[in-house]
């Protein structure tokens, strides 16, 4: 603070300083502005000039002069300065330094008479007062001020007691007894009570405490005696009244003492009238606020206890302590609990309507503590009551309802009643919320609340208020959600049981959008429970409940477990589903009955099990995956049944479920696509399953009833109401295209987002799961939505596909519908405009409107692909292609005529019935005969429909193809884009694909080559298998079914051939032959030459099949059996070919069955099939003649290529590519394995246990290895040609009963192989050596019989050259020998013209042998490759020679072998170690008695011809030389992997020696072809000759 009087003014003192000091105070004194400061300096002033003094620096008379002069500037000048002085007086008695006390001393003694001394004695010391004389002593002066305090502030004045009188005591009361109705006011008492005080000395407060007594006594006289309270209280202390009251309630405080009501009403009327303060008040009642804290936690504590005993198991003997420490528990809280003056308080207040007061009690409480009080809760409630009753009588009374009217409370202090919603804000919501769950106690109130609600959401959704309006109303829908919340839903959990409640809350919530609902159901279930003892309790009793109903629920006891259910769910609806739910995860044989038993639910419950479950279903923590990772968890699969029952049977709404499915889509997963399959399946009826049958296929061709009757597994009824809801759901939230397109991207989107990690297994699954919900989903639109529904929300299908990146057959799928849509009304349009009824009219019209709503289709689809498409075929005909289904190309006549039968035998079967009522009987009947009708109207129509639909086709098919490349390329572009998309989308488009094929065939389509386009699809089948999932392939095993069907049907039967194949451009081939020079001419493909082809395929699907279950793959070994399952009926029908799968197959079982089990279930199922279609399979030279017809045949396989191109079509060069590639392959095996051959024969000798089966066949191949080399001159096969038709007609006679037409495919088989023998020649030299080696060798041979020739060359060749002779002996004594057998078993044989027909036994037998040829697995096998050559070989031979001799009993053959083996033994000591050769003998009977030769030599010669002929080609075809490996491979595993394969029984020495026995063998074979090749005959070189011929030709 800055100094006011410088060090200046005290020097010149006399001079200046004393007026500067004036003119400063009075300066000061003047400016009145700042009062505070003001003072201050003026003290300061004052302040500085004493201590001046003090310190000796003025004098003190100078000092007291100019303190004289300052004075009279203000009023309070002297007590500025006796302040001063006061604090000097302290400063100076504090410091050592004698003088300036005394100069302090002199000081005041100098100013005395400016200062009274009153005024002093007040402020100094008393020292220094005796000091300066002002007191005498200091000592007496202190005890005189102490007795003045006590006397002023400790003394109380009392009454005396017995001065008061009696009488003036009964005269207060009879005045304020008195009858207070007349005129008399509480100014008129009080003067009396005046009176009486003054006249009998009466106690001013006793006198107030008997006015409360008397107000306690009369509390209808609010208005009296408040007033006189109010007005007695202006002559106490305030604080009087407040320490009565308190005083009374301390008088109750005894344990045993109650507080009178009365006394609360009277305390609560003051409060709200403030004549007391609450604050003062309180601090007097009991129990103090940390006793009621600790209660409140002691009850949370108990509540959570109640809940482990609950959740626990107990064991029966801690049971009994339990229940008697329990008792005693209940014996001690049956003592009455202290009273709480606290909460009586409250009740008064509530009572008369002081929510403020109320309310500030409340605030000091735990939450709900107050209104868990059962009085307390009903007082607030009738308060609010009172506060709503106007706007309640206004909006909320329900029409015809009356209700009793509630009156107002009395005082006007109450809170103010609502009139408006916004009124409602203001208290009402603060009430309710400080009531929380406690509402439960007014059920009336409840549901007044929940009207209120009703009335406002109802002015809520009504669009017509002002933005403010707008706002203050979204403020009020907020608390309304609130109140929701906190105070209703938590209410109804206490409620005992109140199904009103239930759904009268659900008036209201119904008015809510879902996600609301949902969101006050997750708040319900997971948080409100656990916020109060009492619903911790609920809760738990709620689930210990719920367990033992569960217990005990079965199908039988449905309807009271049920009745259970429901009444336990009109309160706790979330925790019981919860419950259940979990259970249902757990056991899926509880969904019946849980869903059966869930009938007694109200509305709102119906709700809140939507949100369970999906919360359920949307669980973080719960795996959607087994521990396996390839299949999707069982909890999810029976959740997602039990939604689709319970949606299908009860009114929930479905929003948002759907809308869950859709964002799970959104994030990339599609696990939860399983739910909203199971949904459109239940509650419209449409099945998707991919193990349809094909009746069931063909009535899904046609109309909607058919596929109601005859489509689905189960009986589909009573749909339309449930599909109709979901109908509505999807269009209200706009999620029916949405939902599309997410699964159709989605369907990609698996593989590349869900991938991943997952096992492959697991992401075909999902992309299946996808696809047939898209499909299925697909389906209930097309069938469930209006045309106009339908073409407002699917955008046009470049949209689709361009901008929504759908890909282009889920778009079309989407599509479809809408074109037939749009195309009947317009048709119908037209039809309505001109009255024409000509079909013909009709006809032009269809194709009219067919043609006004294709057209922009046509042009939207050429944005979809790149312009060169459209070179090859039209967008006309891509758009036909993809727009069309089976409904519009076909009538399933058999079909309809199944189920109208069906109906017949039902009408017949009611008809019999004698029990049921006639009643029943009629209606029965009509239902029938309805049906009946429905089923022939729409046959009539469909059929009308699709003789238009080939009008149409007719009409446009010349523009379809425009070929503008190569037919070639045509071809490949209608099925890149068209075929293989569709065909795998689903079982009837797969169908539809095939047919769709048929068609364009039978249309006559330009530049459409049927035959280019079966092949293509037949051949290299491997990639289309291996990249399809498992229901893909199921789709596409149906495709090459249907197509197998057509292509064996035109197989079958020359007429049929001729009639839909004959002179179609289909089957246009171009012949390239040598004797024209280059030109070309168009020609047929003739019927046997289709027979080859349709051959060639057949070896196709085999060499993929094999190719795909040797890989070892997962996907490839279950597709193509899937497939294979699935083309049974048409493949395979050739013997040789169905014996190389079976062994595949048989392999795929033994190699699996630990392994893989899934894959090994599919290969048994397959391999039993594929056992009882065998007597249907024929051998291959009844498949096809295998003689060519013409020279130039060969060529004429299928070759196609454009007019003057000159360029052969892709297909002729596959064909002849592919079979040069294996007769070069199968070659080569020749050379290989002649050698291993050998080796093998040798190892079979060498050990000790062989089974002779395949050693037969092993030995025997090889003879027809080397009978086949000869046979390559074309003289051979002229006379093999002579020779085999006589050994095929007992064949085909023996085979008529199989069908007419298998004799047919007999012949055919038969040309096709030799002519593909033919193709296959070899052009090496060394071949050609080989040809003339093998051609002197045959000349040789002709004179032995098969048996000498196995026995032959089964020994070493080193052997046979050095004995020769002996041989010979041998041969002609066994020929003999047999002979003479033949002579007495078999009379008839000796001629081919009289057949034996088979016995069935013969049948059975040959059949058994056979399956032992082919399941004995060899331990001598060489390689996979030889070892299959060996087996189809035998088995062919068997085959061939085997169906003209009669069958021998089993015990004959052995004699035969016994004598055999006896005389061989005789023979043959001298060659080889006596075991070895009893081995080879063994086996040599054996394939005797399998054989049984004919006697005549030379018809066996021809025989010989014809078996070898079948089993050459079967060698160069057959599928058993394992495609996969290519020739090196093929070589190395001659030597190497023989040795894995013999691992079992045969020592690594021996399989040495044998490898190097081939080596020596083959280097023999060359040398002996040498020699051979001096002595060739003239039939060699026309064989070279022929062969130039042919290399030219190819």
Known sequence: MAVLLPAEWIKNWEKGGKSEFVQLCRALSENKSHDSMNFRDVQQALYELAYHVVRGNLKHDQASNVLGDVIEFREDMPSILADVFCILDIETSCLEEKSKRDHFTQLVLACLYLVSDTVLKERLDPETLESLGLIKQSQQFNQKSVKIKTKLFYKQQKFNLLREENEGYAKLIAELGQDLSGNMTSDLILENIKSLIGCFNLDPNRVLDIILEVYECRPEYDDFFVPLIESYMYMCEPQTLCHILGFKFKFYQDPSGETPCSLYRVAAVLLQHNLIDLDDLYVHLLPGDNAIIEEHKREIVEAKQIVRKLTMVVLSSEKTEEKEKEKEKEEEKTEKPPDNQKLGLLEALLKIGDWQHAQSIMDQMPPFYATSHKPIAIALCQLVHVTIEPLYRRVGVPKGAKGSPISSLPNKRAPKQADSFEDLRKEVFNMLCYLGPHLSHDPILFAKVVRLGKAFMKEFQSDGSKQEDKEKMEILFSCLLSITDQVLLPSLSLMDCNACMSEELWGMFKTFPYQYRYRLYGQWKNETYNSHPLLVKVKAQTIDRAKYIMKRLTKENVKPSGRQIGKLSHSNPTILFDYILSQIQKYDNLITPVVDSLKYLTSLNYDVLAYCIIEALANPEKERMKHDDTTISSWLQSLASFCGAVFRKYPIELAGLLQYVANQLKAGKSFDLLILKEVVQKMAGIEITEEMTMEQLEAMTGGEQLKAEGGYFGQIRNTKKSSQRLKDALLDHDLALPLCLLMAQQRNGVIFQEGGEKHLKLVGKLYDQCHDTLVQFGGFLASNLSTEDYIKRVPSIDVLCNEFHTPHDAAFFLSRPMYAHHISSKYDELKKAEKGNKQQHKVHKYITSCELVMAPVHDAVISLHLPKVWDDISPQFYATFWSLTMYDLAVPHSSYDREVNKLKVQMKAIDDNQEMPPNKKKKEKERCTALQDKLLEEEKKQLEHVQRVLQRLKLEKDNWLLAKSTKNETITKFLQLCIFP??????????????????????????????????????????????????????????????????????????????????????????????????????????????????????????????????????????????????????????????????????????????????????????????SRKPFMIPENEFHHKDPPARNAVAATVQNGPGGAGMPTSLTINTVKLDEGNTEETDKLKEKSQGVVKVTNKTVNATPKVTTSNGNSASNSKIIKEKDDKEKSGKEKDKEKKDKTPAATPEMK????????????????????????????????????????????????????????????????????????????????????????????????????????????????????????????????????????????????????????????????????????????????????????????????????????????????????????????????????????????????KSKSSGKEKGDSIKAEKMEKSSSGSKKESRHDKEKAEKKEKRDSTGGKEEKKHHKSSDKHR
């Open 982 to 1171: 569709r065909c795998i989308f689903s079982a009837i488009d797969a169908v539809y694909c095939a047919h769709f094929v048929e068609l364009v065939h039978q249309q006559k389509t330009p530049n459409f080559s049927t035959l280019l386009c079966y092949d293509r699809v037949f051949s290299d089948i491997i990639y289309t298998v291996a990249s399809c999932t498992e229901n893909e392939a199921s789709r596409y095993g149906r495709f090459l079914c249907c197509m197998l069907e057509t292509v064996t049907r035109w197989h079958s039967d020359r007429v049929i051939y001729e009639k839909e194949c004959g002179n179609y451009p289909g089957f246009l081939t171009i012949l390239r032959a040598t004797g024209f020079d280059g030109g070309n001419k168009a020609d047929q493909l003739d019927y046997e030459n289709f027979r080859h082809v349709v051959h060639k395929w057949h070896y196709k699907l085999t060499k993929a099949s094999v190719h795909c279950l040797e890989t070892g793959e997962y996907t490839h070994i279950r597709n193509i059996l899937i497939v294979l399952t699935k083309i049974l009926p048409w493949y395979p029908k050739v013997l040789n070919l169905g014996q190389a799968l079976e062994r595949r197959v048989h392999k795929i079982c033994q190699e699996e069955k630990e392994k893989r089990p899934d894959l090994y279930a599919l290969a048994m199922g397959y391999s039993g099939q594929l056992k």
């Open 1294 to 1533: 023996a085979l008529g009963k199989d069908g007419k037409d298998k004799p047919k495919e007999e012949r055919a088989n038969k040309d096709d192989k030799v002519r593909e023998i033919k193709e296959k020649t070899p052009k090496s030299d060394k071949e050609k050596e080989k040809v003339k080696k093998e051609e002197k060798a045959s000349k040789e041979e002709k004179s032995k019989t098969i048996v000498t020739i196995v026995e032959s060359k089964s020994t070493a060749e080193k052997e046979r050259e050095k004995e020769p002779s002996r041989e010979k002996d041998v041969a002609k004594e066994m020929k003999s020998k047999e002979n003479a057998k033949g002579g007495e078993k078999m009379p008839v044989a000796g001629s081919l013209k009289s057949p034996v027909p088979r016995s069935e036994t013969s049948e059975s037998e040959r059949e058994q042998k056979r399956r032992k040829v082919d399941t004995h697995s060899s331990p001598s096998h060489s390689s996979t490759v030889k070892d299959n050559l060996n087996e189809l070989k035998d088995s062919s031979a068997k085959h061939y020679i085997n169906h003209t001799t009669p069958t021998l009993s089993k015990s004959k053959e052995r004699e035969v072998e016994k004598k055999d083996l006896d005389k061989s033994r005789e023979r043959s000591r001298e060659r080889e170690k006596k075991d070895e050769k009893d081995r080879k003998d063994r086996k040599r009977d054996h394939s005797n008695s399998d054989r049984e030769v004919p006697q005549d030599s030379t018809k066996r010669r021809k025989e010989e011809n014809g078996t070898t002929g079948s089993s050459k080609h079967s060698k160069s075809e057959s599928p058993s030389d394992s495609p996969r490996l290519n020739e090196k491979e093929k070589e190395k595993n």
